[in-house]
């Protein structure tokens, strides 16, 4: 069951949660205007309320580095296929080639599936090692860091 749990919690981190479109729209057009680095910042701040919000021990705070790690690094890579996105966007207003389209979103999927498993390898240490009470603050965490990650396609 605890398994079940985590990867579920990891999957809706990396691949989200459905929203309405109106609030998607919304969410991307506040984006339109970061940079990667800015973006990753506050993926930073979200991580490390996550961590603040667990109150971890000594011996869990030996899991969280590779946790923070892969967290940060899916983070970097979103935030920069989202850049790119954005611009390749900006220069295809005509429509773009459907066929090169298909080909980036299975390549897009292809990293996501890479992401959720990099991700489920350095969260399993860290979620072993907390107690039931910090392992539902985790998982309503991840899911609700997974809302705001929406905005990668």
Same mark, same amino acid.
């Given at each position: 069951m605890k398994k079940v749990l985590l990867t579920a919690t990891v999957a809706a981190l990396i691949s989200g949660v459905g929203v309405a479109g109106s609030a998607f729209a919304e969410n991307r057009a506040d984006r339109a205007a970061l940079t990667a680095n800015q973006i990753v910042a506050e993926s930073d701040a979200r991580t490390a309320?996550?961590?603040?919000?667990?109150?971890?021990?000594?011996?869990?705070?030996?899991?969280?580095?590779?946790?923070?790690?892969?967290?940060?690094?899916?983070?970097?890579?979103? @935030?920069?296929? $989202?850049? /790119?996105?954005?611009?390749?966007?900006? #220069?295809? =207003?005509?429509?773009?080639?459907?066929?090169?389209?298909?080909?980036?979103?299975a390549k897009f999927l292809g990293e996501r599936s890479a992401n959720v498993k990099k991700?489920?390898?350095? @969260?399993?240490? $860290?979620? /072993?090692?907390?107690?039931?009470?910090? #392992?539902? =603050?985790?998982a309503n965490e991840l899911i609700g860091l997974s809302r705001e990650r929406e905005i990668d396609e």
């Open positions: 309320h996550v961590k603040a919000d667990l109150r971890l021990t000594p011996d869990q705070e030996k899991n969280w580095p590779g946790f923070e790690s892969a967290v940060h690094d899916i983070d970097k890579a979103r @935030a920069d296929r $989202l850049v /790119a996105f954005q611009a390749e966007h900006e #220069k295809r =207003k005509d429509g773009g080639d459907v066929i090169q389209y298909l080909n980036d979103h991700l489920a390898d350095a @969260a399993q240490p $860290l979620y /072993a090692s907390l107690d039931d009470q910090q #392992k539902k =603050k985790f």
